[in-house]
């Protein structure tokens, strides 16, 4: 046989090639053999056919939250989010530091069945309980040069570095972190991932003078091209909406700086912000789910130890809802965005903005053998965020399988929403 697989029938976009109509996709030896229409079936040791689905690159979670135990309740098991999910590689934000990286490559990357990376913390805690202490987040708890040693030492797993500018950090120590998230990011010649949007409450004496719609233009001026502004669509104050409803001028300045946007959807995500946003041409280049130990149900095995008393409330966060990234994808649909710009958003734009292989992320022959395939169904879908707003979709995206090096996942991970029909 001239290919151990062919998936024929489906619709195929692959934003990087330029391929946007139905075809064939052929896997030789763990790569991507052919795309083309009406390969002959005859060629392949195993045909499926996937007519009526949509065939994409394997898709690339941008924010993923998966450094399970060591940061606590929040990070969640990988392939859960990743392969299981139909999701063929992962980018863990800020749950590792340069302390803790031994372990994430020992306990996640190496063993896990999803393609993992990660943006290193640029605090020495990671992301311990999901940041609920803001007090390890200081400057003090910075070191800029052992997080920039870490990433030097092991450039296959970590593209980049992770930080937080929001209102709970600057009423405490002002803008001194991100100076340093800055500097690291400069010195290992590596993108810098900034958190926009509240995270901690304000501290007991309040916000000490700190504007929340004055961080953006504070932040920006120390950023270099490449990198990444996350959030845009939040709905905590310090995102890219003033509390007067506009969109702030200096984001239009970032993105001609060369940076870039992504859309951490998560707990933080409101459609009235992100119709904002998008009506003043603010379009995302990247898509991320978001999902962690408190924003999304499942059980959790129980962590002698860990801080019970916590409520959602005290992490700024709504509630626990089910949602991944294919979620997040129809989401954008709803919103207007074109479904070619989606998918690159969740393919091809993280590969090159993220700084991972060039052989991930598109379909081109030669490519690694990592393939999503979604449902597309059509209808009339409700669809809500995290300040209970619903909008109805009159498309659903939904994970079928996925090939991770050409080897077939099937799609059972508990944390996919179910389907409201509105």
Not at 337 to 357: C, D, K, T
């Amino acid at each position: 046989m001239k290919y151990d697989l062919l998936l024929s029938g489906g619709f195929v976009i692959d934003p990087r090639n330029n391929v946007n109509q139905i075809c064939d996709v052929a896997v030789k030896d763990g790569k991507i053999a052919l795309v083309a229409p009406n390969i002959d079936r005859s060629s392949a040791a195993e045909q499926i056919n996937v007519s009526g689905k949509l065939i994409t690159p394997g898709l690339i979670d941008t924010h993923a939250h998966v450094f399970e135990y060591v940061t606590g309740r929040f990070g969640l098991e990988a392939d859960m989010c990743g392969v299981d999910s139909g999701v063929t590689t992962l980018i863990d934000q800020g749950g590792p530091s340069c302390m803790t990286l031994p372990a994430f490559r020992e306990y996640v990357v190496n063993p896990k069945k999803s393609r993992i990376f990660t943006y290193l913390s640029s605090y020495l805690v990671g992301g311990m309980e999901g940041h609920y202490y803001p007090s390890l987040y200081k400057p003090d708890c910075v070191d800029v040069a052992a997080t920039v040693k870490s990433a030097l030492a092991n450039p296959d797993i970590v593209k980049g570095f992770k930080a937080h500018a929001e209102l709970g950090g600057f009423a405490r120590w002002g803008i001194e972190v991100i100076r340093q998230a800055a500097e690291i990011g400069a010195q290992a010649k590596l993108p810098i991932y900034i958190h926009f949007g509240q995270l901690w409450p304000l501290p007991a004496d309040g916000d000490n003078g700190i504007d929340a719609d004055t961080i953006l233009a504070q932040v920006v001026p120390l950023l270099k091209k490449g990198d990444i502004l996350a959030h845009p669509f939040t709905r905590h104050p310090g995102g890219f909406v003033d509390r007067k409803g506009k969109v702030h001028a200096i984001v239009q300045e970032a993105i001609a700086k060369g940076l870039k946007i992504d859309v951490g959807h998560g707990s933080h995500f409101s459609y009235k912000m992100a119709q904002i946003a998008l009506q003043a041409g603010i379009v995302p280049d990247t898509l991320g789910a978001d999902m962690h130990g408190y924003n999304t149900t499942i059980p959790k095995p129980s962590m002698a130890g860990t801080p019970d008393e916590h409520s959602d409330k005290d992490h700024m966060f709504f509630g626990q809802v089910k949602f991944s990234l294919v979620s997040a994808m129809t989401a954008m649909l709803a919103l207007g965005i074109p479904i070619e710009h989606v998918v690159a958003m969740s393919s091809w734009n993280p590969q090159r903005y993220f700084g991972l292989p060039d052989d991930i992320g598109h379909l081109g022959v030669g490519a690694l053998a990592d393939i999503s395939v979604l449902n597309d169904d059509r209808g009339r879908f409700e669809l809500i965020d995290n300040e209970g707003t619903k909008i109805t979709s009159d498309r659903m995206l939904t994970p079928a399988f996925c090939f991770r090096d050409g080897i077939r996942h099937d799609v059972r991970s508990p944390i996919l929403p179910q389907i409201l029909a509105a």
